[in-house]
């Protein structure tokens, strides 16, 4: 039972466009989501979160949008750099324990 | 601020043996958890510990354990290796006091190899 879901393997983008990754999940019971980038050998690096009592939530360059109805959440990346090219994760927390999705490759094109 | 030391970087045993992986957290982390990363099931949560007790665990057979000390320094083991058990295997640290949802900040892993 796969209960947070990355359904895009992969996505490209242009430099200087707007990133979108997205992530479903099936369990109410998630306090939080957060959303990391894993580069090849090293480990995830944690990039922004949101409480499941908020819409949205901004840093920097990077927001994430959750809509519980739906149970899905976003993250925009705005503007999009090279350097952004990696594997994105979206994760559900509750009662200490995280649930990671499988993950999208992005790759942004110079 | 030194970042969440996973050690060894990389380990190979052979079926049937034992394994113990180290991590330390960031310092004044007290939540240290574990998961293991395979391509196949992606990242899997094994256990959470906070002062030294576990507060959660993961689906995985008794043969994985852990354990955390009062410096908040963990280790995980891991008996009768099978060759399923290859993996990353990554230690992540977080404050850990309240509700716990705070995020988690990983080390880069130890690269387990069973031959």
């Known amino acids: 039972d796969q209960q947070v879901k990355q359904n895009s393997p992969s996505l490209s983008v242009q430099e200087g466009r707007i990133s979108i990754l997205n992530c479903d999940y099936t369990n109410s019971m998630f306090d939080y989501f957060l959303w990391y980038k894993k580069y090849p050998a090293e480990g995830p690096t944690f990039l922004i979160s949101i409480s499941s009592i908020k819409d949205k939530n901004e840093d920097g360059r990077f927001t994430v949008f959750l809509n519980k109805s739906a149970k899905h959440l976003s993250l925009h990346i705005v503007p999009s750099q090279p350097g952004d090219s990696a594997v994105y994760f979206c994760a559900g927390g509750s009662n200490y324990k995280l649930t990671f999705g499988k993950g999208t490759l992005l790759t942004v094109n110079p | ?115």
């Open chain 2, 1 to 115: 601020k030194a970042g969440v030391t996973q050690t060894p970087r990389y380990l190979i045993k052979t079926r049937g043996q034992q394994v113990t992986l180290s991590c330390s957290p960031i310092s004044g982390h007290r939540s240290v958890s574990w998961y293991q990363q395979t391509p196949g099931q992606g990242l899997q949560f094994l256990f959470e510990y906070f002062s030294e007790t576990q507060r959660n665990k993961g689906n995985f057979p008794g043969r994985f354990s852990g354990r955390q000390f009062s410096n908040s320094r963990s280790e995980m083991n891991v008996s009768t290796l099978e060759l399923g058990d290859s993996a990353l295997y990554l230690c992540a640290s977080s404050l850990g006091g309240g509700n716990g949802n705070q995020p988690q900040h990983f080390g880069d892993g130890t690269r387990l190899s069973i031959l």
